[in-house]
């Protein structure tokens, strides 16, 4: 009995001394489940996602539709709860709050521009009105925020366009406000969801032009979630979600090339999770024609992956 009881004394120090999973990272998520009731059915739209972001990144998470991207948006914007796992965004534990702290979170710590003109602007304020809406909500002198709105709006390109409708702005100018309105209370993190995605493609290169500044010049964490794998070629990550799970990653950096100009090197990765599972990236899978399980080897320094050929036909290959 002293043994044992010295051992788990022993185990539970380790434990407490372990590093926590993503460390101080801005976002984190861990084994993160999201389950939808709908009717008599279970839609399991994440299936134990992993995720960390640093503070001042720009990536974009990409998927199909129904990937479970978009579910994955309104859980770390505080706007769904999660039903299992971890998910921590700038220390708060979106698993565990309060009606009161799921207010001030989605008020202070996250900022949100959306697809649609509808969900960010109020038709009937002008863009500096809409751009010190959130600062109102949150309290502030009158004076104060005016100067603020008429600043932002002057960051994105619109500061001659400040006493403008949205009815009045084309969309790229909506979005610009949106923009503006998304970082009025200096959020720690901003989400876009498909902010381009009624653009046309100049004007939402101008777009991601000004979240790209906002993110070099201004240090702000930005998340775009897209399902048009162009718009991923704008950020520095991309994060590919697959049956609700990550499934790879895209890293890009710029290097000098032979004569001194810039060249941009992409490079994919697989994930692999906490448990170890690894998602091979479809059109592997589908080249080699693998089905329900693989063979594998290891080397010293890798692993090999190999269709399950049956013994008779190995020779063959």
């Known amino acids: 009995m002293e043994h044992r009881g010295y051992r788990e004394m022993e185990l ?6 372990r590093p926590r999973y993503g460390g101080e990272s801005l976002i984190v998520c861990d084994n993160l489940v999201k389950i939808y ?8 739209a994440l299936q134990g996602l992993d995720l960390v972001v640093d503070e001042g990144e720009f990536i974009a998470i990409v998927g199909a539709s129904g990937s479970g991207k978009s579910t994955l948006l309104n859980v770390l914007g505080g706007l769904d709860t999660p039903s299992a796992g971890h998910a921590r965004v700038a220390g708060y534990d979106l698993l565990d709050m309060s009606s009161r702290e799921r207010t001030f979170y989605r008020r202070r710590t996250v900022g949100f521009v959306w697809q649609q003109t509808a969900r960010n602007l109020l038709p009937y304020l ?6 010190e809406l959130p600062m109102t909500l949150d309290g502030g002198s009158a004076r104060y925020r005016r100067i603020r709105a008429l600043e932002l709006l002057e960051r994105v390109g619109l500061g001659d366009r400040a006493d403008h409708r949205p009815a009045e702005l084309s969309g790229g100018e909506q979005q610009r406000v949106a923009i503006a309105v998304a970082i009025a209370n200096e959020p720690r993190v901003v ?3 498909e902010p381009t995605g009624e653009l046309d493609t100049g004007t939402a290169v101008e777009i991601f032009d000004v979240m790209r500044s906002l993110n070099s010049d201004h240090g702000a964490t930005i998340v775009v979630v897209t399902h048009d794998p162009l718009v991923a070629e704008h950020v520095n990550r991309t994060v590919a979600i697959r049956d609700g799970r ?4 895209v890293l890009r950096r710029t290097e000098l090339d032979e004569v001194g100009g810039h060249r941009v090197i992409s490079e994919e990765f697989a994930v692999l999770d906490r448990v170890g599972r690894l998602q091979l990236p479809h059109d592997y899978v589908e080249a080699l024609e693998m089905e329900r399980r693989v063979r594998l080897t290891l080397d010293p320094d890798h692993i090999n992956v190999w269709p399950d050929i049956p013994e008779d036909e190995r020779d063959d290959v």
């Open 12 to 17: 539970g120090a380790a434990t407490r001394h």
């Open 37 to 44: 009731k709908i009717a008599d059915l279970e839609v399991v």
């Open 126 to 131: 002008s863009a500096v009105e809409n751009v």
């Open 191 to 193: 989400f876009a969801d």
């Open 246 to 249: 990550t499934s790879s990653e």
